[in-house]
């Protein structure tokens, strides 16, 4: 399997002018660019796949063909041995079984052999670090706010934490994004293209406003767009070059930890769970669909659990004896 395969190998399969249309319908329907590179992906390996084995054309695939693939993938190796992880295998099939619904509906063919194709369930796994307060504390003061990068980056850094945004939601906030009389933030076409209103935080609210007034007009460039965080090249940040700025302040405290920006999102969200709040606030604070996503952060929010257990498992180390009380 290759990862990128050769452009005149897909181009020259007749499958190719179907993906096309497919992943143009992809865009028309406003799916996001990540969901359309991550089915492009997917398809362009089936279709190497498929040339490799005399498959040209959309009724020639067929149920066991489908499965055959699915072996494939399943059986298949990596450069270093390592088999492909069943997220990966998710991500590689998912794209199939949406794509010959499409071919289905739009009558390319005239049954869709991926309708019973079962395939692995996409794993939730815990998240890998979950920073405590004292930790984000040390991080989120690292900037150098004598400086105008550092009041804005000061000003991200307590946005990403008080509100759990996205990286790309973060990077896609306007200056009317921000309502500083009611304390709320507006996320606009978050992930699947959905908008919701959050509140943020009193002190993520302070830097932001600090920003704004004594920093942001200093990195406007030509005309102002109205992007709230501005690079310094006066520009809305790419999502690369936020994860960098804020791996780096994530280093300079100390942790060499892998993440950067949704370290604050996973903290975020553990510590109002560890402080009582509910799981579905929670759930509206993340833009989740699935309140299943959100109930992960259960799992990692043990301070309590750990608190409870003490104070009520009978087997204690340690048991004051009914006379060291007289």
């Keep these: 399997m290759r990862s990128y395969p050769h452009k005149d190998v897909v181009e020259t399969s007749g499958l190719f002018p179907y993906m096309q249309a497919f992943l143009e319908w992809t865009e028309v329907k406003g799916f996001s660019r990540d969901t ?59 794209p199939l079984k949406t794509f010959f619904k499409w071919l289905t509906r739009e009558n390319h063919i005239l049954y869709n052999p991926a309708s019973e194709l079962e395939i692995p369930p996409k794993p939730k796994h815990l998240p890998k670090t979950i920073l405590p307060v004292d930790d984000i504390e040390t991080i989120i003061n690292q900037p150098d706010i004598e400086t105008v990068a550092g009041i ?133 604070m993340l833009g989740h669909s699935d309140l299943s996503t959100t109930e992960i952060y259960t799992q990692v929010s043990i301070q309590k659990l750990r608190e409870i257990h003490a104070a009520t498992h009978p087997a204690k180390l340690i048991r004051q004896s009914h006379t060291d009380t007289e």
């Design 152 to 284: 804005r980056d000061r000003a991200m850094l307590e946005m990403l934490y008080s509100s759990g945004v996205r990286r790309m939601e973060l990077v896609k906030l306007t200056l009317y994004d921000v309502d500083a009389r009611r304390g709320t933030l507006m996320i606009r076409e978050g992930k699947y293209k959905k908008d919701r209103l959050i509140p943020i935080g009193e002190r993520a609210l302070a830097w932001v406003e600090k920003y704004r007034r004594e920093a942001r007009p200093s990195l406007v460039i030509g005309k102002d767009d109205g992007i709230l965080f501005l690079s310094d090249q006066g520009r809305a940040f790419r999502r690369g070059a936020v994860g960098g700025r804020i791996k780096r302040y994530i280093r300079a405290a100390g942790f060499d930890i892998d993440g950067s920006c949704h370290l604050f999102r996973h903290a975020m969200a553990t510590h109002m769970l560890e402080n009582g709040a509910d799981i579905r606030f929670i759930q509206a």
């Design 36 to 94: 359309a590179r991550r089915r492009h992906a997917a398809l362009r390996r089936f279709i190497v796949w498929c040339n490799e084995r005399d498959i040209h054309a959309p009724h020639e695939v067929t149920k066991p063909i489908l499965e055959r693939y699915q072996r494939y993938l399943y059986y298949y190796r990596k450069s270093d041995g390592e088999p492909l992880t069943f997220g990966s295998q998710h991500v590689m099939l998912t």
